[in-house]
């Protein structure tokens, strides 16, 4: 499988439906994968699978 990451800023309109559709009501902790990226960052995020992709949307404080 695939995996993207992509800012939450910069997602597409399919994305983004997506998104909403699957955290009508939120998302919570449980929701929230966690990890370092190559350059040793921790990011957070919320999976979106499409077909053989999975879209790791990054989540800030903001949202």
Do not use: C, H, P
Not at 20 to 37: A, C, L, M, Q
Not at 42 to 51: G, N
């Amino acid at each position: 499988m695939k995996r993207i990451i992509v800012d939450y800023n910069k997602l597409n309109t399919e994305i983004l439906d997506l998104l909403v559709e699957k955290f009508t009501d939120g998302y919570d902790d449980s929701d929230i994968i966690s990890f370092r990226n190559s350059i040793g960052e921790q990011i957070e995020a919320v999976e979106i699978r499409i077909d053989e992709t999975s879209y790791l949307v990054k989540i800030g404080k903001k949202l």
